[in-house]
Each structure stands twice: as structure tokens, then as C-alpha cells.
């Protein structure tokens, strides 16, 4: 059976802005560094007003993804070849189509999604030691905690 290790996970926040309408929030922003077999990869999610973007890479992203330069059309490039639909029959496009298909998924990158989901949703007081308590560890012996959003859907 192939191991699936969380290598580094990291997760911030873009800058928010002030316009004449209010104050837009920054987009929550988290890389997953995970190896796979021999394959390290990168799966990352930005949290924009609630809703999740995911996008895998081969190399970190992280600081580019936090910088959001929307005029580099190397970071443009990157974001559109690496964006997700779904991955291993999970839609990503939406939390509750996620958790609908995760709950008939425990694939390693359908623990993964769950493991990136459960930061992005954390507190942030609660984030660095869950990250610390979780690094180099098999994604199939991390227990996963429930989000805010599975409790709306499933109850508690």
C-alpha cells in the first residue's frame, strides 16, 4: 500500500483591501507539501468569501499564492494549469458537493482534501500545533477533526 506523509503544511492570509463599499477580506490561503509513493506534491486551497479553490503543483506556490499578482502571467499561468475540478471523484468546487462525496471516499488524497479543509477552517489559535502535531506523520494515522461545515451538514 502506498504511504501518503504530510512533509510542511503552511496557511495565511492575502491582504484585504478597503473600498468605498466597506472592507473586502483577505482569502485564506494553505499549501499541503505531501509525499505519495516517491512523488512529492503540493496540494493547495485558497478560501475566497467561503468557498473553496484547489490547485495541485509540483513546487510551492505558497508565497505566490499569498502575494496574489494578478499581473505576473507566470502566477496566472500556474493557477490556471494547476486549478481543480475534482480530484480522485471528488468535486471541489463546492464544500457541501465535497463532503457529500467524501463521505463514500477515504482515498489518501481524499484524506488529504479533508486534512487541507479542516486547517483552512480551524482556528487560527488551534492551527500552528494541529500543523506541528501532524507533520511527518502517514495521513491514515492524523485524526482528521470535524469542520464547522460537516457539523451544518451532518450534525454533531
Known sequence: MTNCVILDTKCGMTPGELTPEGFIPGNIVCSVKFQMGTEILFLNEVEVEGEPNFYLTKVDEFEAMIKEDFEDQRYMDMMEASYLETIDNIDLTDYEYMYEDLQKNTSL??????????????????????????KNKDIMDITIPRTDIEEDLFGK
Open 109 to 134: 488524497l481524499g484524506r488529504i482534501v479533508q486534512y487541507i479543509v479542516s486547517i483552512v477552517r480551524m482556528d487560527f489559535e488551534e492551527m500552528e500545533m494541529y500543523i506541528q502535531a501532524t
